[in-house]
């Protein structure tokens, strides 16, 4: 890990955290931005279902981070229900900024400011091992399922419909 995106203070930052969790996967520096499950994937030669997306909506105002399968889809109306909160939105990049201190691309499950509601895809659970951002579009990190869970404090819930249902859900998805 020497390289400048490592140097990063929100890197770091995840880097301490995962050190402090005990957790047994180190950062990795990728060659190009990762802002995408599939470029993330291509990049990491793993299913696009593979990666992790976090990705930041505003419910009523609070932030929510839903750690979603690349291969996945947020259904927003779902997430709104199973949270009994009349609806939630994708977050714009301030609000991301905002509550996480990170830019949408590199928003790591861990890192932010204050503690943020967390929603943990079951569709990961798939995997034995996924890839999470680390803070930086260039910054990733392989944890599991279960270890997500632990380091996020997250609640494990089906947040849309399963792969596959939507031809072309895992193109372009956000992390």
Do not use: C, K
């Amino acid at each position: 890990m020497t390289a400048p995106e490592t140097q990063h203070p929100r890197v770091a930052e995840v880097v301490r955290l995962l050190r402090e969790a005990g957790a047994a996967g180190e950062v990795r520096v990728l060659p190009d931005s990762a802002r995408t499950a599939a470029a993330a994937a291509a990049q990491l030669g793993v299913a696009v279902g593979a990666i992790a997306n976090s990705l930041v909506f505003d419910a009523g105002g609070q932030p929510l981070l839903v750690l979603t399968s690349g291969a996945h889809r947020v259904d927003e109306a779902l997430v709104a229900d199973l949270l009994g909160v009349p609806r939630v939105t994708r977050a714009t990049p301030e609000f991301v900024r905002e509550h996480t201190g990170q830019a949408i691309g590199g928003v790591a499950p861990i890192g932010h400011p204050a503690p943020i509601g967390t929603l943990v895809d079951v569709e990961l659970a798939r995997h034995d091992q996924v890839w999470a951002a680390a803070g930086h579009p260039h910054t990733v990190f392989p944890t599991s399922y279960d270890e997500l869970l632990q380091l996020t404090a997250g609640t494990p819930a089906e947040v849309g419909p399963g792969p596959g249902s939507r031809p072309g859900d895992d193109e372009g998805t956000p992390r």
